[in-house]
């Protein structure tokens, strides 16, 4: 059996290096990982530190090497409360990703359920994630359905 563990701080550049890797497979030809990595690890150790009520990463180590195989990370945010969330406190998935070398053998179910497990703790109700077509096949056996709502963005430029 596969065990995942919470992320430290020390996880902070492992944990970026693996959402390049979930990025690049989403949105092929972004931009170089390496201009936001760097300046991303401190922001990373500092969400680790000081909101471990309300962000989770959990991570499986790559056997027998250096860094991670696998991770998921996790938020919980409060909105306002609805007739399906009477809370109004709800998780969301920012990311999952298993390093190439080491696909196809649990290691991002074992992060998954655990921070699945971690959301069950606080007492959410509800989980959102978008789920690439490589990564539907795990979220639907975890019980993930699609939702109908729309999803929209706008990005506002930085001044």
Known sequence: ???AR???MEDAAELLRLRSVMLAAVRPGLDDPQSWIGPGVPVVRRLLAEQPD???AFVVDAPG????????????????PGP???????GYVLNVATDPAHRRRGHSRA?????????T??????V?????ADGEPLYASLGFVRNRDPGMRLFIPAR
Do not use: H, K, Y
């Open 6 to 8: 919470r992320a430290g």
């Open 54 to 56: 309300t962000m989770a």
């Open 84 to 90: 399906n969330d009477p809370t109004g406190r709800r």
């Open 65 to 80: 090497g250096p860094g991670l195989a696998a991770c998921a990370v996790g938020t919980i945010d409060q909105r306002l």
């Open 1 to 3: 059996m596969i065990e």
């Open 111 to 119: 992060c998954m359920t655990a921070l699945l497990a971690w959301f």
């Open 121 to 126: 703790e606080r007492g959410i109700g509800a």
């Open 128 to 132: 959102d994630l978008r789920a690439s």
